[in-house]
């Protein structure tokens, strides 16, 4: 098996953590194991992400870069310096940040608090993800009644988001 | 210092305190690293004006202001971070009239709010750090995204952006080797047990520093109630060890030096403090020295170097200091004149 980091030297290093209560599994060749700072176990907390940007960075084409329209910070500075430069550089470069922070916290999706300042936008969004898990479950397990109410509120809660 | 009141109802025998903090940033604007002194000096004003519309009674102190050990001996304290005190451009401290609840405005993040309550009430600390995350929601707006959740200058801290510590003293489970494999036990849970006081790697006194690593897949309530739950069952684990432990002569004859060295001694360094006052401690929570335990936690961040400058109005040699915390200690735990 190749380094799922560098997909040059072999694999000798497994891990499987769990971060969010998510396994991720890691196979990397030594030296890349010992740049992302997995030769201490005991340290596993303590990614070091200015590495981790920067392997995905490496993997960037020549191509013009991008800047946030916010702080003018390129997903190379990122890289480099391990931190985005503003909060809407995790939105810019949302693709690019994805696969380092699923590397920290797994696929955990957000259920915390959501802010006032944040909007009933926020609100609505987070109610229609539960629905639409609610919904998936009722049509697997085949209640299809309790599924046509749950579509029913959902549809509910989108037109009411169109009519403003 | 109230929130290291001895309250044994709630845990105090082993856990000193609770701590939870927010990380919180505003949207559209850049990261304390990447503003200059005026732009956050501007965040400054704004937050401050907030927090006084609201009524809440709070005291500024621009961290500019301070001499650098008064700004560690703060950091010292566990008030403010070290990293706050390491630098002071644009920075300001805002601290709650009673203490319990410190804000630091353009550390890592543009606000960070910390809410201290004394031996094992995370809940109530978080409750207090809420109303001031309250206060400011509305006339700010966070940096959020319904996906990542609040979002934070270090991914770690990505989601709720909630940090829940407690303090706990471990003479016990140091003693018979036990707190080694806590380290990997609560590490497979999403939390970490590091030293409470200086680089966190070392260890002083027996105090170590349990919180969450997770903060985003669960919520804040959550986070709270699991580091609860842990802390309590670390708790309940020392407490079983210490009374075994206590019945060794041994030990007791160590406390016992401990107390006679305390009370006497003329000059007391700064390695020695920490493990002469845990002793102290493990002797006075189980009824062997006749001292206050809220004071022993107290002296154990209050005799720290900068905190002694403090008290002296300036920079002391080390011996001066060794000193001044020798007579403190005879002052404060055995009423010595």
């Known amino acids: ?58 993997k960037q084409s020549a191509a013009p870069e991008q800047h946030c329209p916010t702080c003018g910070f390129t997903f190379s500075d990122i890289s480099h310096s391990g931190r985005p430069g503003c909060p809407d550089c ?22 915390g608090k959501i802010p006032e300042s944040a909007g009933k936008g926020a609100q609505n969004e987070r109610r229609l993800r539960e629905l639409k898990s609610q919904m998936d479950d009722a049509v697997r397990q085949q209640d299809f009644e309790r599924a046509a109410f749950l579509r029913d509120e959902i549809k509910d809660i989108v037109g009411k988001e169109t009519n403003g | ?58 005291k500024a102190t621009d961290m500019s202001k301070l001499y650098p050990y008064e700004a560690i001996a703060l950091a010292e304290r566990g008030i403010i971070s070290p990293e706050f005190a390491s630098s002071s451009g ?20 543009h606000i960070r709010i910390t809410a201290f309550s004394p031996s094992l009430q995370p809940e109530k600390a978080y409750e207090s750090a809420e109303t001031y995350e309250n206060a400011l929601d509305g006339k700010l707006r966070f940096a959020f995204d319904p996906e990542l959740g609040f979002l934070t200058q270090n991914p770690k801290n990505l989601g709720t952006g909630v940090k829940v510590s407690a303090v706990l003293h471990l003479p016990a489970l140091t003693r018979n ?36 690593n997770i903060t985003l897949g669960i919520d804040e309530k ?24 206590i019945k060794d002569i041994g030990m007791r004859d160590k406390i016992n030096r401990a107390q006679g060295l305390l009370s006497t001694a003329m000059l ?22 006749p001292v206050d335990v809220g004071t022993v936690n107290e002296l154990m961040y209050t005799l720290q170097p900068a905190c002694l400058n403090c008290v002296a109005g300036g920079r002391l040699s080390t011996r001066d200091r060794d000193e001044l915390r020798a007579k403190i200690i005879r002052k404060k735990l055995f009423g010595a004149e």
């Open chain 1, 1 to 58: 098996m190749l380094c799922q980091n560098c997909q040059t030297k072999d694999a000798a290093v497994h891990l499987k953590q769990i971060i969010n209560g998510e396994a991720i599994e890691l196979h990397l060749c030594p030296d890349c194991a010992a740049a992302m700072g997995y030769s201490d176990m005991l340290g596993i907390f303590q990614l070091p992400f200015g590495r981790i940007f920067g392997a995905a960075a490496g």
């Open chain 1, 90 to 111: 995790y939105r810019f470069f949302a693709d690019k940040l994805a696969p380092s922070i699923r590397k920290i916290h797994g696929r955990a999706v957000y259920t």
């Open chain 2, 1 to 58: 210092m109230y929130m290291l009141s001895f309250m044994p109802e709630y845990h105090g025998d082993v856990i000193l305190s609770s701590a939870v903090r927010l990380s919180r940033n505003i949207d559209k604007i850049p990261f304390p690293v990447r503003l200059s002194v005026p732009e956050r000096d501007a965040i400054n004003k704004k937050v401050y004006s907030v927090l006084c519309d609201a009524g809440l009674p709070v």
């Open chain 2, 90 to 109: 644009g920075r300001m401290l805002i601290s709650s009239e009673d203490g319990c609840v410190s804000i630091m405005l353009n550390e890592d993040d």
């Open chain 2, 177 to 212: 080797g036990t707190v080694s494999s806590l380290i990997s036990t609560v590490s497979k849970l999403g939390m970490s047990i590091r030293g409470a006081f200086g680089d966190s790697l070392s260890v002083r006194g027996d105090m170590y520093r349990l919180s969450n």
């Open chain 2, 222 to 245: 959550t986070a709270v109630s699991n580091l609860k739950s842990m802390a309590l069952q670390i708790a309940t684990k020392e407490h079983a060890c210490a009374e075994e432990l």
């Open chain 2, 268 to 289: 007391v360094d700064n390695d020695e403090m920490p493990e002469m006052l845990s002793l102290l401690r493990l002797g006075a929570v189980y009824g062997l020295c």
